[in-house]
């Protein structure tokens, strides 16, 4: 049997129906192996970065593993952004780059490059996959596949990668006599008794908060932190990974949080006795740039699989009262054996205070409606989460879109939103969608921004070529709203390469649509988009829908960089402000 044949029927086995590949010299076998797979179809993505971007959207929105191929050189090398991507996020996915003939490999790394393409791969993915590994013996392909599937999934997953050279994919082997892998899991093993200190730590609090991030998808313990929040009546705040976790209604959800979050959703955490962080790092867009001016009174317990992720926080920020190391699976199995029957509600005007700064502060607001002129992105936001549907795909980009997205789109059950939250490279909601349309066979909406188009706008060929069902909503504010603002508040609006006057350049979104024979549709203004979009929701995709967005709109609120959820200037009339800060100062006396 040929190593390619054996290395595709192996993914395959794995469940994977599809390889994201761009071809080339050094991966033709593994290429040609896909293409005479009855179960591998490959898909032709147009960028080797994008082909990545697929597999990871792939991995998100199916729970498998995505697989990207490649061939040596700068098509390995175009993997880089979107590997970082998964990486920094925690998905699992494995790509496979081709490499040049063992024959002509550096013999040490003085050598610069001896084969034609070759780059060492190893050395420029090792510090960003969990596994990487230059395979030169034909008998070991059997055990570094099974190596790098193990690793990719166990404990805190992330990608891995196998580089494969040419002359490798053409050996025969007999897979009777390969060798196998035998794992070794590593999970932490989880104290008790912290377990039971957390719940008396929860009983004597009078202000917690629950902060949930993206760990919790990762781990698939969604139903189990929902029963743990439910049993305390515990009120959830939501990092962006988690803001699919329960639908906006839920009693217990109380908004977002973090340097881009409403406003309620910080005035908790700022105002707690206790925080309670599952499933998330408490990165500095959770907790602002200031970390020692985070939620100043209260204590603060982190479970985490990551030893690192607990042992990062130092005295310049702050000590955790309580960290656990624990895999969440085994924390809520602890958990089960401390629940009672039933517990007391100790916390009803707590979430009461809470929901009422949800009500008083919307992110969205009927002035916002009756705003004449180009849309408002809020406005968008908030219609387009009217007319979704329960289990949804909703896949976003980053920059404003993203932040505008996460602030105002209420949530309904069983919907799946996601981006590249912690590398967020402009470009990857697009092939994402292809990746996420492929592994479920559903409808996926992509939000992106205009900048963002620009930097994946050839995978639209790859949307029209596989006919994808993907809806495709461009905001068009003429440049990059984000780094704008940051201009404005640091280098008094000097802008240089954010717009159109400074040195970008934009499309004709229509003569773009039609030039990849793609439907297009345009929304203006408030009344068109109440009318229109939802006739064009129920519309079959693929199709680009552009949205007129207000220029000068931007993110508010968003916290001035650098500075901690202290600083809150909500930026509102004098009067309300003074009314809120008055009942923050009463929460938190020694805090303003």
């Known amino acids: 049997m040929k190593l390619s044949d054996y290395v595709v029927d192996f993914l395959a086995k794995q469940g994977i129906k599809h390889n994201f590949l761009v071809t080339g010299g050094a991966v033709l076998h593994l290429a040609d192996s896909t293409s005479k797979h009855p179960s591998m179809k490959h898909i032709c993505v147009q960028h080797e970065e994008f082909g990545a971007a697929a597999a990871d959207g792939y991995s998100r929105a199916g729970g498998n593993l995505g697989l990207a191929m490649t061939t040596s050189g700068p098509g390995a090398t175009n993997l880089l952004t979107s590997i970082c991507n998964a990486h920094f996020d925690s998905i699992p996915m494995i790509c496979i780059t081709g490499q040049v003939a063992r024959f002509r490999l550096r013999p040490n790394k003085k050598l610069r490059q001896r084969g034609f393409q070759e780059t060492d791969i190893s050395s420029v993915f090792e510090s960003v996959t969990k596994y990487v590994k230059l395979v030169t013996d034909p008998s070991m392909i059997r055990y ?28 025969e082997v007999e897979p009777n006599r390969l060798h196998p892998y035998t794992p070794e899991p590593t999970l932490p093993k989880i104290n008790g008794l912290l377990v039971e200190k957390l719940f008396t730590m929860i009983s004597d609090a009078k202000r917690p908060v629950l902060i949930v991030g993206a760990g919790v998808h990762c781990a698939k313990v969604e139903k189990e932190i929902i029963k743990f929040a439910e049993y305390f009546n515990l009120p959830i705040l939501l990092t962006w990974g988690a803001t699919d976790l329960i639908p906006y209604e839920h009693p217990l959800n109380m908004g977002g949080v973090g340097v881009c979050g ?9 105002s707690s006795d ?6 998330t790092r408490l990165s500095q867009m959770i907790t602002g740039g200031k970390q020692n ?17 607990l042992n990062k926080f130092k005295e310049d920020t702050f000590l955790l009262d309580l960290p656990i190391l624990a895999n969440l699976k085994d924390f809520f199995l602890h958990c089960d054996l401390l629940y009672k029957a039933s517990c007391v509600d100790h916390f009803l005007s707590w979430r009461e205070k ?14 916002d409606y009756e705003k004449k002129g180009r849309l408002n992105p809020y406005v968008f936001v908030k219609e387009l989460s009217k007319i979704s549907r329960e289990n949804d795909i909703i896949v976003t980009d980053t920059g404003a879109n993203i932040c505008w997205m996460m602030q105002a789109f209420e949530t309904k059950p069983g919907q799946k939103i996601f981006s590249a939250w912690n590398h967020t490279p402009m470009g990857y909601s697009l092939p994402a969608s292809i990746g996420a349309a492929l592994s479920t066979g559903k409808e996926i909406t992509c939000l992106i921004g205009d900048g963002g188009l620009m930097m994946c706008l050839q995978e639209l060929a790859t949307v029209k070529r596989y006919n994808l069902p993907i809806k495709i909503f461009i905001f068009e504010n003429k440049g990059h709203a984000t780094v704008k603002q940051t201009i404005e508040i640091w280098l008094k609006a000097n802008y240089v390469a954010v717009d159109e006057d400074s040195g970008l350049s934009f499309p004709d979104y229509q003569k773009l649509a039609e030039t990849f024979h793609l439907p297009f549709y345009s929304l203006q203004n408030h009344d068109q988009l109440q009318k229109e979009l939802p006739l064009l929701f129920k519309k079959k995709g693929p199709f680009i829908c552009h949205l007129a967005v207000d220029e000068t709109h931007r993110i508010v609120p968003m916290l001035k960089f650098g500075k901690g959820l202290e600083d809150l200037d909500p930026k509102l009339p004098g009067e309300e402000l003074e009314s809120v800060m008055n009942e923050y100062k009463n929460l938190t006396p020694s805090l303003l």
């Open 354 to 367: 809470i929901q009422d700064w949800k009500k008083r502060y919307p992110i969205c607001s009927q002035q």
């Open 262 to 270: 409403p406003r309620a959703g910080n005035f908790a955490a700022q």
């Open 274 to 279: 206790l925080v309670i962080a599952i499933g």
């Open 144 to 171: 570094e596949l099974e190596k790098a599937i193990f690793i990719a999934k166990e404990g805190r997953p992330g990608p891995v990668v196998l580089d494969i050279p040419d002359d490798l994919q053409r050996e």
């Open 293 to 309: 001016l985070f939620a100043p009174l209260a204590k603060k317990v982190m479970i985490d699989i990551d030893p690192e992720e």
